[in-house]
């Protein structure tokens, strides 16, 4: 039985490193960009929420949905005004600039923010539980899964059957073809990080409900979120959200068996999935 | 006014200079082929036109618009498409999806639509959920002609529509150019086939090392001016 309740509470937190690398995934996906930054910016995107909670006293789900566009705003003009500029055949320029804005992100939150770790108020959320028979669960740890859940399905929809997502996928696949039908590349990766940056605000919102975060966490997130696409497979949304239960699952046993192998497992587990499937468990056809 | 002039049109990469100061126009409606040998230029002049290879603003122009710094795709919002050498069709996108992504630059309404493309190539309308990149040459072909048609050009612009293919599919790619053409598109048609080029043209150029070597009505020029145009043997421009 113990086993059992610990598995469905490795999937809880699986939901959570899943919401953590779909942006990761998508900008990958779309633009073959590894944003060493992702971390970062999902705790910049909690400290954004606490300012908006702050300000306006409202709860914390409202205040990232107020909170979201302006995000989105931001991904935009990030890409369009740095990130665009450095893509290209070589995978090193982007490496650097975004290592650089995770360094400049970390710097200015401690700045703005100050070293003390924070949290977002959740209201009595953090400790409500539901009773599922074979385990209880935690409310927000499975608000946390239906929603990783909810993301990547209206992310899939979004990428397979809208103009935009047929946008994406060509831009993808070709940026000069896709220019010669009057796409502009350059817009069409702005609007993929905006969209990023907004799954990034949800997975800040339940970042800061469920544990304190301050301005250095962001690195250790972007462990995670990185296993979670590696063991899905580069580019597949559903393989990130299974990798990010395979990551919150090897996690949880691992704390079962010993509390202190907790990482532990989960990189063990990272490893051993490398070691079996090089190019993850539903890699794309063609990468 | 022309629909499309370029005007003292030159074109490098690097230090290798591929066009000097090419003089070309084409009307409202017409077809012009530009004919010659690999390595004349024919390809890179389709990359200046449609910014892939940015110019000097004045030496391409659109109905009076000089776009020669323009990127592509403003280019082609302004009512050109392409056809691309290799037809480059989106290997992530189904035949279909290949289709609607070219309705991406369309500025209105116009003769085509998928049902219209499905009309002109109905083997597209079977293979519509295949993967772009599973269906023969030939059939990737119509695929790229349908998706450049779906914007409902003013100009169409064709690289090498017959490279690779075997003669029987060319014929069919060649027989629905006339019902492409009463749509009212205008077309370049970059060739290496000549008579499949000088059998639906109004006007030919060719070109040579980066020049135009001849110039004039594909029902006047005779095959020694091509002939000696093509292969250099005379230089002088006709027509």
Known sequence: MIWIETLVQGLMLGGLYALFAAGLSLVFGIMRLVNLAHGDLIVAAAFVILLVVEMSGLNPFVSALIAAPVLFGFGYVLQRAVLNRVLGNDILPPLLVTFGLSVALQNGMLELFSADSRRLPAAGLESASLNLGVSTVGTLPLMTLASAVAAIFVLNRLLYATALGRAFRATSDDPVTASLMGINPRHVFAMATGLAMVVVTIAALYLGMRSNFDPSIGPARLIYAFQAVIVGGLGSLWGTLAGGAIIGVAQTLGAQINPEWQILAGHVAFLLVLLVRPRGLFPRARD | ?239
């Not at chain 2, 370029?6 to 100061?21: E, I, M, S």
């Not at chain 2, 599973?134 to 990737?140: D, E, K, R, Y």
Request: charged share 20%; glycine share 12%; hydrophobic share 45%.
């Open chain 2, 1 to 239: 006014m022309s629909l499309l002039e370029t005007r003292g049109l030159t074109a490098a990469y690097g230090q290798f200079k591929a066009l000097f100061g090419i003089d070309m126009r084409v009307e409202p409606g017409e077809v012009v082929a530009i004919i010659g040998a690999n390595g004349a230029g024919k390809t890179t002049l389709l990359r200046s036109i449609t910014g892939v290879l940015r110019q000097a603003p004045g030496m391409v122009v659109h109905s009076g618009t000089p776009i020669g710094a323009m990127s592509p795709d403003r280019i082609m919002q302004r009512g050109v498409a392409m056809v691309p050498e290799g037809r480059r069709l989106f290997p992530s996108l189904s035949v279909e999806e290949n289709l609607l992504i070219g309705a991406q630059a369309r500025r209105g309404d116009g003769p085509w639509t998928l049902e219209a493309v499905y009309a002109l190539f109905p083997i597209l309308r079977e293979r519509r959920a295949s993967p772009g990149t599973a269906l023969s040459g030939g059939q990737q072909q119509m695929v790229a002609i349908g998706r450049a048609l779906m914007s409902n050009p003013e100009l169409l612009l064709c690289d090498e529509i017959s490279l690779g293919l075997a003669p029987v599919i060319i014929r069919d790619i060649y027989a629905a150019l006339p019902r492409i053409r009463e749509g009212g598109a205008a077309m370049v048609i970059v060739e290496q086939d000549i008579a499949r080029a000088l059998s639906v043209a109004d006007r030919v150029y060719c070109l040579m090392e980066g020049c135009v070597t001849l110039h004039g009505r594909a029902d006047e020029i005779t095959r020694e001016d091509i002939h000696a145009a093509y292969f250099g043997t005379r230089t002088e421009a006709q027509g």
